[in-house]
């Protein structure tokens, strides 16, 4: 199942927060970005489960991640 997460982080560990992220193998791409959040992570996993692992054991206890916002993807078009 593929995923989008957007990643609010504390000003100033951004760059250390992206560091941590792509070496998950769950997070096939990210991207820094401007607005209300900082981070885009595309995320792929098997189940809801382990998209869940992800969001509240990996994701979410990285110092300086302040908020996240996850999109399962219902279908995807070309």
């Keep these: 199942m593929i995923s989008f ?3 609010k982080v504390q ?7 992206t560091a941590q992220l792509v070496n998950f193998p769950e997070v096939k791409e990210s991207y ?3 607005g209300a959040y900082d981070i885009i992570l595309k995320i792929e996993t098997k189940t809801d489960n382990d998209l869940d692992h992800f969001v ?11 908020e996240t ?7 995807q078009t070309k």
């Design 5 to 7: 997460i957007l990643v």
């Design 11 to 17: 000003p100033g560990k951004e760059k250390a927060v």
């Design 32 to 34: 820094s970005v401007y």
């Design 56 to 66: 509240f054991h990996k994701l979410r206890v990285i110092d300086g991640v302040l």
């Design 69 to 75: 916002l996850t999109f399962i993807v219902a279908e």
